[in-house]
C-alpha cells in the first residue's frame, strides 16, 4: 500500500474500462488524480469512489482530441496540483463498428481515431513532460494493443494509430535516456470492455482478463519506472512475482 504517496497521476479515459481500473488501483495506493473523460456522469462516479479510497481527486470532463478541452485539463491539473509525476495515455477510440476494411473506412474516421489514439498521447506527454524534466523524474505510460505489431483485418485505423504510439515512445524513451523521465507503452492484453465487446461481440467475456486484474502493472510502472520502451502487462507482472 501507498506505493504512489506524493505523486500526482493524470488518467485519460477514466471513467470505465481500463481507465476505471487504473484509476481506482491508484488511488488505493495513495496517488493524488487528475481524472478525464468525455461521459461527464460516468467521470464523476468513479471520481467519487476514488475520494472514498482516500485519494484527492480533480476530474475535469473533457474530449483529448479537442485542443481547448486539452489545454483546459492540462491547466486545471497544474494549478490544482503543481506538477504531474505519472501521465497514463488511456483514452482510446476503435471508430466506427462493426470495424471495416480499409478499403472501406471513411477517411474523417480514420483522421479521428489518429487525433484521439495518437496526436493526443503526444500533445498531452509534450504539456506535461518539460515539468517532469524539471523535477529530474516522472513516467509516460501510452496505452498499446497486440494491434500495434500485428495485421488484424479491419482493425486498420486503430492498429496504424497505436503502431505510431509506440514508436513515439521508443522515441521519446531514448531522446529522454539518462533524464530520470522514462517513457513506456503497455500492451494490457484482451480484457471483458466495452470497447473490447464492440469490436469482438462474439467473444467469450468469461475468457478474458478483466481491467482490474490489469491495473496493478501500472501501478507498478507508476512506482518504479519501466524496465523497456514496450510491455506487455501480465508478462511484466509476472517476472516481479505479482
Known amino acids: 500500500m501507498n506505493q504512489l504517496q506524493g505523486k500526482v497521476a493524470l488518467i485519460t479515459g477514466a471513467s470505465k474500462g481500463l481507465g476505471q481500473a487504473i484509476a481506482l488501483a491508484f488511488a488505493r495506493e495513495g496517488a493524488a488524480l487528475a481524472l478525464c473523460a468525455r461521459g ?3 467521470l464523476h ?6 475520494r472514498l479510497l482516500g485519494a484527492e481527486v480533480l476530474a475535469v470532463p473533457a474530449d ?3 485542443p481547448a478541452d486539452r489545454e483546459r485539463l492540462v491547466s486545471l491539473t497544474l494549478a490544482r496540483f503543481g506538477g504531474v509525476d505519472v501521465l497514463v495515455n488511456n ?4 471508430g466506427p463498428t462493426p470495424l471495416p476494411l480499409l478499403t472501406d473506412t471513411d477517411p474523417e474516421a480514420f483522421e479521428d481515431v489518429i487525433r484521439v489514439n495518437l496526436v493526443a498521447p503526444f500533445l498531452l506527454s509534450r504539456s506535461v513532460v518539460g515539468g517532469m524534466l524539471l523535477r529530474g523524474s516522472g513516467i509516460v505510460i501510452n496505452v498499446s494493443s497486440d494491434a500495434a505489431v500485428n495485421g488484424y483485418p479491419g482493425w486498420g485505423a486503430y492498429s496504424a494509430a497505436k503502431a505510431g504510439l509506440d514508436g513515439l515512445t521508443r522515441v521519446w524513451a531514448a531522446e529522454l535516456a539518462g533524464s530520470g523521465v522514462t517513457v513506456a507503452s503497455v500492451d494490457p492484453g484482451d480484457m471483458d470492455t466495452e470497447m473490447h465487446r464492440a469490436a469482438l461481440p462474439d467473444d467469450d467475456p468469461a475468457a478474458l482478463a478483466r481491467p482490474e486484474q490489469v491495473a496493478p ?3 507498478l510502472l507508476a512506482a518504479g519506472g519501466a524496465p523497456g520502451s514496450r510491455l506487455e502487462a501480465r508478462e511484466f507482472m509476472e517476472k516481479v512475482g505479482r
Open 91 to 94: 483514452a482510446s477510440t476503435l
Open 64 to 66: 483529448v482530441a479537442n
Open 217 to 219: 502493472a501500472f501501478v
Open 45 to 50: 462516479t468513479v471520481a467519487t469512489e476514488c
Open 40 to 42: 461527464e456522469l460516468a
